[in-house]
């Protein structure tokens, strides 16, 4: 009854010398970073904590321009399904959702730079998103959003990466802790207003190579949907649980790759949430992982 098949990524690439066509269920590629982390595995680390994600059925083509033996533009374009993350109505059956209903796609575009310095990328990307969504009853709502993401080598084993959004309606890539919009009412009364939720975030993260073999990296983030859009205009029980208004979160982590098919890593990790009509609550994360890699 979700809408979208229980597989996390499966596409099909048709690549030239300068230029690609993707098709499938893929990763956002207008949020193409996350921060490192081996305890986050079914979902990247910080999702609705200011890391925009999504696994979501889509065609993109993208092209490459050398601008010269050290300097590359990119440039992507594609359509993707028009995901709001609306909770499905059953249990045991599939029906349409807000993006769905709207009757077009939602619409992306993602432009980078790349230079390489002490021999790593540095790139810096800028993005756009725009969805339209109908909340039934003639309540139409547009969903957009502004993301920008960078690699920086600082030193040769000192990197900044991270990326940052400003939006609207973006529940559906994970902003605004998942939430599309608010209601001022009941939801199921064809009068009720409904709004769209403002939202910023984004994460930063510094990792230290500290050999060959051995990384540190430290990362913060923050999700916060706008206090004022829903102050005045929602209530806690007309939108059928707590609204969240604020995701805040850290972790530092230390891996070890002792060969190349085995790492492990240790990981210490602090979430706070800001619930909008309630007070804020916090949980810290001691997490160990073993990989193998095959």
Do not use: C
Not at 60 to 70: G, L, P, Q, T, Y
Not at 228 to 254: C, E, M, S, T, Y
Not at 274 to 282: A, G, I, N, R, T
């Amino acid at each position: 009854n979700f809408g979208m098949v229980r597989l996390q990524t499966g596409s099909l690439h048709f690549d030239w010398e300068h230029t690609s066509i993707i098709a499938g269920q893929d990763s956002l590629f207008i949020s193409p970073l996350t921060p490192t982390s081996f305890a986050s595995l079914a979902l990247p680390a910080f999702a609705g904590v200011g890391n925009l994600w999504a696994w979501t059925p889509q065609v993109r083509i993208e092209h490459r321009f050398n601008v010269s033996d050290r300097q590359m533009f990119t440039v992507q374009a594609g359509v993707l399904d028009n995901l709001d993350w609306q909770t499905p109505y059953s249990s045991f059956y599939r029906s349409g959702q807000a993006g769905e209903f709207s009757g077009q796609p939602a619409f992306a575009f993602r432009t980078a730079w790349s230079h390489p310095v002490h021999d790593n990328p540095l790139t810096v990307g800028v993005a756009g998103y725009y969805g339209r969504q109908n909340w039934f009853w003639g309540r139409n709502t547009d969903s957009w959003a502004g993301m920008l993401d960078w690699q920086v080598p600082l030193l040769p084993r000192l990197e900044l990466s991270g990326e940052f959004y400003r939006g609207r309606g973006i529940g559906g890539l994970g902003g605004a802790v998942a939430t599309s919009i608010v209601y001022g009412g009941d939801p199921r009364a064809p009068l009720t207003s409904v709004r769209g939720l403002d939202d910023a975030g984004g994460w930063a993260q510094l990792k230290l190579q500290i050999t060959p073999k051995l990384e540190l990296n430290g990362a913060v983030a923050e999700d916060n949907a706008y206090a004022g859009d829903v102050r005045g205009f929602a209530i806690d029980q007309n939108n059928f649980g707590p609204i969240l208004g604020r995701n805040r979160g850290a972790l530092g982590n230390l891996v070890f790759r002792p060969r190349s098919d085995l790492l492990l890593s240790a990981e210490l990790r602090r979430l706070r949430t800001f619930p909008v009509y309630s007070s804020s609550s916090k949980t810290n994360q001691l997490n160990l992982a073993v990989g193998i890699l095959f």
